[in-house]
């Protein structure tokens, strides 16, 4: 009995220290930002193109990942507090830079853009357009550090897109802030397609993984991650994953 007890034991310890029984790494995913990331009301797992992303990017690399879908500013404080590996969907800012690790290359782009009532007739604002006015932002999120410093713009926050949304049509700011297709759709759900319409853009930014500085292995994924994420850019699989995002979208 002893000696196959100890035979238990020892195999035991290899599945615990190979990759397969290894303890999956746990990233988080933003729940509210479709058509990228956002919560399957069914599963409480994240759908979109960035999980999609992450997935192939992890596969690639022989690595089990897990993911928690939670709102984006409790996503982002429990991966800078070594509470999980990462968070998607994140920008790059001066404020966040030195926070957590960065992959290279971000996941896809994304335009911040400018949106208001159909009464204004500019379609060409920037970001020196926001000045003297009030712009509604969603509390949590990542803008851009001189829109976020610059004293001559009022900001106003709210807890979703959805509710800076409504503050627009109410009157309570002059412009909001949303992401280009993020925001278009929640026009649609709104049903104010013919009230909300974009009239400018700030940039057109990145979005990443953003990995947490605390975790002993986020330097590491960072790294891995970038490894991964250009094998399946010249493997075709993102130019898929991508194709079949936009075809579903009705874009193509």
């Known amino acids: 009995m002893v000696p ?54 992890f596969a690639a690399q022989g690595i089990d990942v897990t993911f928690r879908t939670l709102p984006f500013a409790r996503c982002m404080h429990d991966a800078k507090s070594n509470k999980m590996l990462g968070c998607f969907d994140a920008t790059i800012t001066e404020e966040n830079r030195y926070q957590y690790y960065w992959h290279e290359t971000p996941m896809f782009e994304e335009d911040l853009a400018i949106f208001a009532l159909a009464s204004e007739t500019r379609r060409d604002l920037q970001l020196t357009s926001l000045e003297g006015k009030s712009v509604g932002i969603t509390l ?35 412009y909001i802030l949303m992401n280009g297709m993020p925001g278009y759709l929640k026009i ?38 970038e490894e991964g994420l250009q094998k399946i850019k010249n493997n075709g699989t993102y130019e898929a994953l991508v194709r079949d995002f936009e075809a579903k979208l009705g874009l193509h």
């Not at 803008?143 to 409504?166: G, V």
Request: glycine letters at 8%.
């Open 188 to 225: 649609q759900q709104k049903q104010l397609t013919s009230k909300v319409v974009k009239v400018g853009k700030i940039s057109t930014d990145g979005f990443w993984l953003a990995f947490s500085r605390p975790h002993p292995r986020g330097e590491e994924m960072a790294k891995l991650f």
């Open 140 to 174: 949590g999120y990542t803008y851009p550090t001189d829109f976020m410093e610059n004293p001559r713009i009022t900001r106003f926050q709210a807890k979703s897109d959805a509710q800076i949304l409504d503050m627009l049509v109410l009157g309570r700011v002059d």
């Open 4 to 57: 196959l007890l100890k035979k238990w034991l020892v195999c035991l310890v290899l599945l615990a220290t190979s990759p397969l029984g290894a303890t999956p790494l746990v990233i988080g995913a933003e729940d509210d930002w479709a058509p990228y990331c956002e919560r399957d009301k069914t599963s409480g797992q994240p759908r979109g193109l960035a999980p999609e992303l992450v997935k192939a990017v």
